[in-house]
Structure formats: structure tokens, C-alpha cells
């Protein structure tokens, strides 16, 4: 059975952060990963979604909210399901869970980044609204 967790400080221990570890090495196999419980702290609006099947984690989403002058917005990043579960619909309940939350808390608007040759994520991102943004993107690394 499937089943979509909303991760928090009562719910992580060791195996959670491990398996959420691995799980995402598959998204993005060079960078360093933050520990989750300095994720999950109450000044730092994350919501963090785990998706299991059984006690195995098999995808992972999160958003980050921020209110600016233009509004309260929501930023989606780290969605990862594992190699072996996807075509399965994960991808797909992970997000419109994010986007239930983005609703519930009213924000104006909901944005993502992918990489060009994702091309499953983007039509996924695209069934459920999104739309592509005229603009670039930089970044400053440290």
C-alpha cells in the first residue's frame, strides 16, 4: 500500500534520514546532503514528503515557502522516486500532495525547477498545471 507521510521531528530517525539518503543520491549523486532535522525546524517552512510502501521509502518531495512583496510562494524541490518504483503514479501523488498544502495555505503561486532532460518530470509537472516561466534562473555557488 501506498502511503504519503508528511515527515516531521516525531517521525525521522536513523533509518528514515538513511533511507532518505540514499534515496536521493539517485536525484543528485554529488552533492552534500543537510541532515534532516536541520531541515525540519520550526523557523524553516519545509514541508518534507516521504512516500512508502510498507516501511520502504520510494519517493521523496519537498517545498519550501517563502513570502516576498509579490506574494507567498511555494517552491518545490528534491523529488526523487526510486528507479525500481516509477511509472507508478508516486511522482504524480507527491506533488498534488505539495500542491493540496499549497492551497491550504493560500499561496499565490507554486514554482519548480527541472532539468531539460527530465523529460518524464516535465510532462508530469505540466499534466498538473505548471507551465513553463519565461525567465533564467542563476546561481551564485559558496
Known amino acids: 500500500m501506498i502511503k504519503i507521510v508528511v515527515l516531521n521531528h516525531t517521525n525521522i530517525n536513523g533509518n528514515v534520514q538513511n533511507q532518505i539518503f540514499e534515496l536521493f543520491k539517485q536525484l543528485s549523486p554529488n552533492k552534500t546532503q543537510s541532515k534532516l ?9 519545509v514541508t518534507l514528503l516521504a512516500c512508502f510502501i510498507g516501511d520502504r521509502i520510494v519517493g521523496i518531495a519537498s517545498m519550501a515557502v517563502y513570502h516576498v512583496i509579490s506574494g507567498r510562494k511555494g517552491w518545490i524541490e528534491d523529488v526523487v522516486v526510486d528507479k525500481g518504483y516509477r511509472g507508478m503514479g508516486i511522482g504524480n ?16 503561486e507554486v514554482l519548480l525547477f527541472t532539468e531539460e532532460h527530465r523529460t518524464s518530470a516535465i510532462g ?3 499534466k498538473l498545471g505548471f507551465s513553463k516561466k519565461s525567465s533564467n534562473i542563476y546561481i551564485l555557488k559558496k
Open 124 to 126: 508530469l509537472y505540466e
Open 37 to 45: 532535522d536541520e531541515i525540519l525546524i520550526q523557523n524553516n517552512e
Open 93 to 108: 501523488r507527491l506533488i498534488e500532495k505539495l500542491l493540496s498544502i499549497s492551497n491550504e495555505q493560500q499561496l499565490s
